[in-house]
Nanobody
Framework: QVQLVESGGGLVQAGGSLRLSCAAS????????MAWFRQAPGKEREFGAA????????SYADSVKGRFTISRDNAKKTVYLQMNSLLPEDTAVYYC????????????????WGQGTQVTVSS
């Protein structure tokens, strides 16, 4: 089992950048696929990015591809989401999630979640 705590959210103008962090606790962190999801008010939670246990494989939703970068530091038990060229449409609560073995794009397939951090992008 792993516990996740997100940080780094805030208010930023369109075109700006933020870096989100997800601090993990638990002995199995390096063996977990990690992902970032986001959820805007009244909308379904959607996949943003995922990274495999070694950090060598990543995947991105089309909506963030080319703008966001996911990375992880297993020694620090932390996963990051570097968010560049932010758009008002990126406004949402961002959640860190973890699962074993395989990456996935469906929120229901991730059993471990952080509490979320708010990202607001103004025009």
């Amino acid at each position: 089992q792993v516990q996740l705590v997100e940080s780094g959210g805030g208010l930023v103008q369109a075109g700006g950048s933020l870096r989100l962090s997800c601090a993990a606790s638990g002995r199995t962190f390096s063996n977990y696929v990690m992902a970032w999801f986001r959820q805007a008010p009244g909308k379904e939670r959607e996949f943003g990015a995922a990274i495999n246990w070694s950090g060598g494989g990543t995947s991105y939703a089309d909506s963030v591809k080319g703008r966001f970068t996911i990375s992880r530091d297993n020694a620090k038990k932390t996963v990051y989401l570097q968010m560049n060229s932010l758009l008002p449409e990126d406004t949402a609560v961002y959640y860190c999630a973890a699962r074993t073995y395989y990456s996935a794009t469906q929120a229901a397939l991730y059993p471990y979640w952080g509490q979320g951090t708010q990202v607001t992008v103004s025009s």
